[in-house]
């Protein structure tokens, strides 16, 4: 498997600021990681490949300028939800897939659960 | 439109039983199929990967996939009650390329 730690792991904020979220690959070089966002009771959805050294690939409805992603480093990805509102209020998990030994599997972090007041 | 499918449960069975969860798929281009195991407030946890038709078995866990059908279940045996979770099926390739879509899990409940 691969190890992916997240930072905050819970964070509460007021409506109007910006949050940013930390995602690392912990054994292994990521040129690409994946943001997803859950809300109660639903599945995962995509919200964005994130690409070391490019630009991210945004799923259909979600704002770009909303959420950015940044991936400046081979184990790091970010993601800020800028100027959060209460239906941001979610648990967004970032994922990698190590691709290795031909298979296809994508390993969880912990995720980070976001509050907006 | 592309779905993976799931039927949301919840599923109860007895201690010591065995618990059946199905998924189905819709993109019949697909080729990679995985459960993860949710526990409430955490992430996801890869505990089965398949991709070829038949049966995988890792200790008590075993997928089975029928590409024919689109269809791919895990067979829980001597389920526990620290088994209970909600169990989301994964599916990849074909026209999903190398994003994973997800069902919307099951969620199962072992009674002790």
């Known amino acids: 498997g691969a190890v992916v730690s997240q930072h905050p792991s819970r964070v509460i904020c007021k409506s109007g600021t910006s949050v940013k979220i930390e995602c690392r690959s912990l054994d292994f070089q990521a040129t690409t990681m994946f943001w997803y966002r859950q809300f109660p009771k639903q599945s995962l959805m995509l919200m964005a490949t994130?690409?070391?050294?490019?630009?991210?690939?945004?799923e259909q409805g979600v704002e770009k300028d909303k959420f950015l992603i940044n991936h400046a480093s081979l184990t790091l990805s970010t993601l800020t939800v800028t100027s959060a509102h209460p239906e941001d209020s979610s648990f967004y998990i970032c994922?990698?897939?190590?691709?290795?030994?031909?298979?296809?599997?994508?390993?969880f972090g912990p995720g980070t659960r976001l509050t907006v007041l | 439109q592309k779905e993976v499918e799931q039927n949301s449960g919840p599923l109860s069975v007895p201690e010591g039983a065995i618990a059946s969860l199905n998924c189905t798929y819709s993109d019949r281009g697909s080729q990679s199929f995985f459960w993860y195991r949710q526990y409430s407030g955490k992430s996801p946890e890869l505990i089965m990967s398949?991709?070829?038709?038949g049966d995988k078995e890792d200790g008590r866990f075993t997928a089975q996939l029928n590409k024919a059908s689109q269809y791919v279940s895990l067979l829980i045996r001597d389920s526990q009650p620290s088994d209970s979770a909600t169990y989301l099926c994964a599916v990849n390739g074909g026209d999903y390329g190398q994003n994973f879509v997800f069902g919307p899990g099951t969620r199962l409940s072992v009674l002790p």
């Open positions: 994922s990698v897939n190590p691709s290795s030994g031909g298979y296809n599997e994508q390993f």
């Open positions: 994130s690409n070391e050294g490019s630009k991210a690939t945004y």
């Open positions: 398949i991709y070829s038709n």
